[in-house]
T-cell receptor
């Protein structure tokens, strides 16, 4: 099955600086890579995602890059703000018994606790 | 309002007492899934369902059961809960397995 490794587990940056979180995956068949943000006491929410036919995607201060050859993808947050403090999870699509050409879910990384220092 | 709901939100129970956590979505999604979240371990999939009457094991299915008799509902059943099932549980739904997953608010379960 798919294995997703995420680093670092904790990242502390000064407000206004950039933050980068990296993930690697093992299954070359994975083709969908979302990033979720989870604020304290809240549910995970999608912030950005990328599919395997695209190398980079950007949404305001957030960007994701994908290197299919190396099987790794990264989240980039520029001009960090206090409200960016949260746990971030990467994920990769997985195939199961009922794949039928589509994937059967997501395997998540263990998460990165991003701390924005004032 | 499009949403995923879970009940109960908090539950304290004792070892061996059967319990059910309900999950319901109103977005007509085919795919639903259960995760447990433990410190340092991230989100681990318990079971998922591609459609009505179609379910399969995730990474940590031991001690859990599910059913999908209706498209909107996907209950999680613990037949004989044990303390190692103390965790934060999330239900999620999406149109397919590879679209945005919408998470419920979570259920914090403590098994004594």
């Amino acid at each position: 099955g798919e294995n997703v490794e995420q680093h670092p587990s904790t990242l502390s940056v000064q407000e206004g600086d950039s933050a980068v979180i990296k993930c690697t995956y093992s299954d070359s068949a994975s083709n969908y890579f979302p990033w979720y943000k989870q604020e304290l006491g809240k549910r995970p929410q999608l912030i950005i995602d990328i599919r395997s036919n695209v190398g980079e995607k950007k949404d305001q201060r957030i960007a994701v890059t994908l290197n299919k050859t190396a099987k790794h993808f990264s989240l980039h947050i520029t001009e960090t703000q206090p409200e960016d403090s949260a746990v971030y999870f990467c994920a990769a699509s997985t195939k199961g018994v009922y794949s039928g050409g589509g994937a059967d879910g997501l395997t998540f990384g263990k998460g990165t606790h991003l701390i924005i220092q004032p | 309002e499009a949403q995923v709901t879970q009940n109960p939100r908090y539950l304290i129970t004792v070892t061996g007492k059967k319990l059910t956590v309900t999950c319901s979505q109103n977005m007509n999604h085919e795919y639903m899934s259960w995760y447990r979240q433990d410190p340092g371990l991230g989100l681990r999939q318990i079971y998922y369902s591609m459609n009505v009457e179609v379910t399969d094991k995730g990474d940590v299915p031991e001690g859990y059961k599910v059913s999908r008799k209706e498209k909107r509902n996907f209950p999680l059943i613990l037949e004989s809960p044990s303390p190692n099932q103390t965790s934060l549980y999330f239900c999620a739904s999406s149109p397919t397995g590879t679209d945005e997953q919408f998470f419920g608010p979570g259920t914090r379960l403590t098994v004594l």
